[in-house]
């Protein structure tokens, strides 16, 4: 097994060359320790490491470059540091390109058996290390891996619910770090994050999802005009904004703004849209309707009753938005569109609200048991039927 792993991406000349070195009587060659070291040092990144001086711009000018935003996206760079983050994205099937160790035992520790042995590896000193590692106790490894194309997963035995989850105005690093795992944990199909959220190949970002980012599909820096286009049709939208949820209750019918909202809304209904992909209408530009959803309630039901109407092919969006700032009007514009539902976790002991990564945690748990709950009702179901 370990000589077809080697052997897979070693030119048909080379292999040849090998066994030819070899007697071809033999009945079982794989078997012999000297072709097996030989065919393992042949294109194999992990017997030859390249040492680089701490002047070495190999080094520096990758780092830098996949530090920094622009040139991130420009080549397609993730900067990953730490062994398990590192062997976390091997395992997920993420596109390793290049290695920085200080020590090559620590190489020894990572199973890269499912990779195509196509990397670079280089061995720096621990002082040229130190001077661009982000953390404070460092482990001697980074590693710059492909960037995954939007809504696409190299993990391929994903388990998934139907279930999308939008950050609007997420801006904190562990915050949304943690989104991102909590996602791929309770198996969500997708996660979408909209322009002014931080950047989710952000180093500070990738340490807190702690591998998760290779687990879920993920759309960034998505304009509110083309959110409607990365949703399925007829899903159920869940604004989770605590905060609103009392002061919204409180709007009467007789609300100048709802009247107007409600004329509104008949007259988008009756036009036809011509660009199914961008809808203007929520812009921020020059957008005099927009500022009316602040005031228009919506329907808020506590965590424990909100889902309780679901059915297994419901397709569910849950918006989530940051601790600061909050949900914006185009979220909520969405949810009124959408006729959806404000949720809100009840809390006791006069604490006025979760850590968003917490509470957004509590939701999907709680959203996947109803999934769970129901597929588990009907195959009773079937079972009685039978």
Request: aromatic content about 8%.
């Amino acid at each position: 097994m370990w000589t077809i792993y080697l052997a897979r991406i070693l030119s048909n000349e080379n292999l040849e060359a090998i066994y030819n070195r070899f007697d071809p009587l033999r009945e079982d060659i794989s078997k012999d320790p000297a072709f097996l070291d030989e065919i393992a040092t042949i294109k194999n990144p992990l017997q030859h490491i390249i040492q680089l001086k701490d002047n070495d711009i190999r080094f520096s000018n990758r780092i830098i470059k996949a530090k920094n935003r622009q040139e991130r996206y420009k080549k397609g760079y993730v900067l990953l540091e730490g062994k398990r983050l590192v062997a976390d994205a091997i395992q997920a099937g993420a596109d390793l390109l290049t290695i920085f160790t200080t020590d090559r035992q620590i190489l020894d520790t990572i199973d890269f058996s499912t990779t195509d042995l196509n990397f670079t590896v280089y061995q720096v000193s621990s002082s040229a290390f130190r001077t661009w590692s982000d953390v404070q106790t460092s482990q001697g490894i980074m590693a710059i891996f492909a960037m995954p194309q939007p809504d696409s997963c190299p993990f391929q035995q994903r388990i998934t619910l139907p279930i999308t989850v939008i950050c609007d105005n997420v801006r904190d690093p562990g915050n949304m770090g943690t989104i991102i795992r909590t996602c791929a944990a309770v198996g969500c199909d997708r996660l979408l994050a909209i322009k002014g959220c931080v950047d989710i190949w952000d180093p500070k970002v990738i340490r807190s999802g702690m591998g998760a980012h290779f687990r879920l599909p993920i759309i960034n820096d998505i304009g509110w005009e083309t959110i409607v286009g990365h949703l399925p049709e007829n899903s159920k939208i869940y604004l989770a904004d605590h905060k609103h949820s009392f002061e919204n209750n409180t709007s009467s019918d007789d609300n100048p703004s709802k009247q107007m909202f409600e004329e509104m809304l008949e007259k988008r209904k009756q036009m036809k849209r011509t660009d199914l992909t961008e809808d203007r209408s929520y812009s921020s530009a020059n957008n005099r309707f927009l500022p009316l959803y602040k005031n228009i309630p919506i329907n808020y039901q506590s965590l424990w009753s909100a889902f309780s109407n679901m059915k297994s092919t419901d397709h569910s969006t849950i918006i989530i938005g940051g601790e600061t700032e909050g949900v914006s009007l185009q979220a909520r514009k969405l949810t009124i569109e959408n006729d959806g539902k404000m949720v809100y976790i009840p809390l006791l002991n006069d604490v006025e609200s979760l850590n968003v990564g917490i509470a957004l945690s509590v939701i999907l748990i709680e959203l996947r048991k109803y999934y769970e709950d129901i597929v588990q009702k009907s195959s009773l179901i079937e079972h009685k039927d039978n």
